[in-house]
C-alpha cells in the first residue's frame, strides 16, 4: 500500500474552492485511502469521560509496546460522544503554551493530511493509526486529520453525535507520540478537522 505521507500539501490561508477540495482528495485517493460508501460502524454506549490517572496509564502502555507492532494500540470503540461544532482541544501537561498557541492558531503548518470520510469505525481507526506510524517515520511535526461531522443516527436520541469525531478525539489522546491536537481554522475543516502536533524521536518539546 502506498505511504499515506506520498502527498504533502501546505497549509492553506483562505477558505477553499471546489478544485482545492478535489485536487486534496483525489491526492488521498492516489495515496491509497479509499472512501467506504457503507456504514457499519457500531458506535457502542457513551461512556463517562476516563480521568486524568487512567489516560495517563493508557498511554504509558502504549508507550512500552513496539511502534511498529501490528496490534491496535487505541480505545474499543466506547468514547465519549462530542457535539458536531465543538471544538476538540487537547496537549500533553508539559507542552510549552507558546507553541500550544501557535498549533491553535493554525501557525504550525501541517505537512500530510488524511480525510476518515465515509470510513467505518473500525476501518478509521486502522487509517489513522497507519497514517500515524507513516508520520512517525517520516519525522512530520504536524499533521491535519479530516474527521468530518456527520452524524451517527437520526433514529435514537443517544446515538444522535458525529462517532468518527468522538473516535478520534479518543484515540489521538491515546497515542504516545501525540503532543496536542486542536480543532482547525476554518480554512482547513474547522470543527470537522484537527491539527495533530507530533512527538518526533529525538526532539524537545
Same mark, same amino acid.
Given at each position: 500500500?502506498?505511504?499515506?505521507?506520498?502527498?504533502?500539501?501546505?497549509?492553506?490561508?483562505?477558505?477553499?474552492?471546489?478544485?482545492?477540495?478535489?485536487?486534496?482528495?483525489?491526492?488521498?485517493?492516489?495515496?491509497?485511502? =479509499? +472512501?467506504?460508501? /457503507?456504514?457499519? %460502524? $457500531?458506535?457502542?454506549?457513551?461512556?463517562? &469521560?476516563?480521568? *486524568?490517572?487512567?489516560?495517563?496509564? =493508557? +498511554?504509558?502502555? /502504549?508507550?512500552? %509496546? $513496539?511502534?511498529?507492532?501490528?496490534?491496535? &494500540?487505541?480505545? *474499543?470503540?466506547?468514547?465519549?460522544?462530542? +457535539?458536531?461544532?465543538?471544538?476538540?482541544?487537547?496537549?500533553?501537561?508539559?507542552?510549552?503554551?507558546?507553541?500550544?498557541?501557535?498549533?491553535?492558531?493554525?501557525?504550525?503548518?501541517?505537512?500530510?493530511?488524511?480525510?476518515?470520510?465515509?470510513?467505518?469505525?473500525?476501518?478509521?481507526?486502522?487509517?489513522?493509526?497507519?497514517?500515524?506510524?507513516?508520520?512517525?517515520?517520516?519525522?512530520?511535526?504536524?499533521?491535519?486529520?479530516?474527521?468530518?461531522?456527520?452524524?451517527?443516527?437520526?433514529?435514537?436520541?443517544?446515538?444522535?453525535?458525529?462517532?468518527?469525531?468522538?473516535?478520534?478525539?479518543?484515540?489521538?489522546?491515546?497515542?504516545?507520540?501525540?503532543?496536542?491536537?486542536?480543532?482547525?481554522?476554518?480554512?482547513?475543516?474547522?470543527?470537522?478537522?484537527?491539527?495533530?502536533?507530533?512527538?518526533?524521536?529525538?526532539?524537545?518539546?
Amino acid at each position: 500500500m502506498p505511504p499515506f505521507g506520498s502527498f504533502v500539501m501546505s497549509r492553506r490561508r483562505g477558505p477553499p474552492d471546489d478544485a482545492d477540495i478535489n485536487l486534496f482528495r483525489q491526492a488521498l485517493e492516489n495515496a491509497g485511502v =479509499r +472512501r467506504l460508501h /457503507a456504514n457499519r %460502524a $457500531d458506535p457502542g454506549q457513551a461512556r463517562r &469521560r476516563d480521568d *486524568d490517572d487512567a489516560l495517563a496509564e =493508557r +498511554r504509558a502502555a /502504549a508507550t512500552s %509496546a $513496539d511502534s511498529q507492532a501490528p496490534t491496535s &494500540r487505541t480505545s *474499543d470503540g466506547r468514547v465519549e460522544p462530542v +457535539r458536531p461544532s465543538e471544538a476538540l482541544d487537547f496537549a500533553v501537561p508539559d507542552l510549552p503554551y507558546r507553541t500550544r498557541t501557535q498549533l491553535k492558531r493554525g501557525n504550525i503548518a501541517w505537512e500530510a493530511g488524511l480525510d476518515l470520510h465515509g470510513y467505518t469505525v473500525n476501518d478509521a481507526r486502522a487509517q489513522l493509526e497507519a497514517f500515524l506510524h507513516d508520520a512517525h517515520g517520516q519525522r512530520w511535526r504536524c499533521v491535519l486529520v479530516v474527521h468530518g461531522k456527520a452524524r451517527a443516527s437520526q433514529l435514537s436520541e443517544r446515538d444522535d453525535y458525529p462517532v468518527i469525531k468522538s473516535h478520534v478525539n479518543a484515540w489521538l489522546r491515546e497515542w504516545p507520540s501525540v503532543l496536542a491536537f486542536c480543532s482547525a481554522k476554518d480554512a482547513d475543516g474547522g470543527t470537522g478537522a484537527v491539527y495533530v502536533l507530533l512527538r518526533r524521536r529525538g526532539d524537545a518539546l
